[in-house]
């Protein structure tokens, strides 16, 4: 395992349990007690994390991993949500996209599809997240809209009242909406306030909204509430999503999506 994989997965870890111990992260890994010191000591110095004897503490009470260093795990899950979230989406539509890891998949599963290699547009896309629409920038057969902004190095998303002067003029069929919590009773939300309202707006501006979350994200509340589960009119999840969860979202009026592995039941 490289070393920018190690960090990658151990700020992971940290930002799941607050914690770590030495020992325990390096039987994880499957390195030596005394890579992961390394490790920690130089995430450390770049004040990623706290370092206490004998293990590491997240930086600060409000922690939230940066997304350059959020790993691949759960990746194959948010591949298979975001070809699901894309196949909702007709061509010739304006959706919304939040920033995250999940909702970036999304770009990019729509960025493939066949069906939209041409029109005029064959998508509009707005966006606050800049890495979304670098990427699908080169695309000449999409419209992207970049809502203004000051730029969030954790996530890359533009916030902040400057983003109201464009999604104050526009509509939008759907909006794609990545979470880092969604909860029947709670709602929709990130970690950051402001992150919260450009997303809250986006949602606003659509005759739909489509949440993309991953199943480890089901049942969690967060600081910055976006919206309440009643205005979520689609949840895309993964097949680990648990029954219970699943029906008490349906109870609640939002369709759930179970993107399942090709050819699975």
């Not at 039987?27 to 030596?32: A, D």
């Not at 809502?147 to 009242?161: C, K, N, Y």
């Amino acid at each position: 395992m490289s070393r920018d994989t190690r960090w990658r997965t151990l700020l992971e870890l940290l930002a799941e349990r607050g914690r770590l111990d030495v020992e325990e992260a390096a039987v994880e890994l499957g390195v030596s007690p005394a890579t992961i010191r390394r490790d920690l000591d130089g995430l450390a110095e770049q004040q990623m994390l706290v370092r206490t004897r004998g293990g590491a503490v997240v930086h600060g009470v409000s922690y939230e991993l940066p997304l350059r260093y959020k790993t691949a795990r759960r990746a194959t899950e948010k591949q298979r949500i975001a070809a699901a979230v894309a196949d909702l989406v007709a061509p010739g539509e304006a959706v919304g996209l939040t920033g995250g890891t999940t909702t970036t998949e999304v770009a990019r599963a729509l960025a493939v599809r066949g069906d939209l290699a041409s029109g005029t547009p064959a998508l509009t896309v707005v966006t606050n997240a800049l890495n979304i629409a670098g990427e699908l920038a080169v695309r000449p057969q999409f419209k992207i809209v970049v809502t203004g902004g000051v730029a969030r190095a954790q996530s890359f998303e533009l916030v902040g009242p400057l983003a109201d002067g464009v999604l104050d003029r526009i509509t939008l069929d759907v909006t794609v909406l990545g979470v880092v919590a969604l909860d029947v009773v709670h709602g929709a939300a990130a970690h950051d306030e402001a992150e919260a309202a450009v997303n809250r707006l986006l949602c606003e501006r659509a005759e739909r909204v489509v949440v993309a979350a991953d199943s480890s994200k089901l049942g969690l509340r967060a600081f910055a509430r976006i919206c309440g589960a009643g205005s979520v009119d689609t949840l895309v999840t993964d097949a680990a999503a648990a029954p219970e969860a699943v029906r008490r979202f349906e109870e609640a009026g939002v369709r759930v999506v179970i993107a399942r592995e090709p050819g699975a039941r």
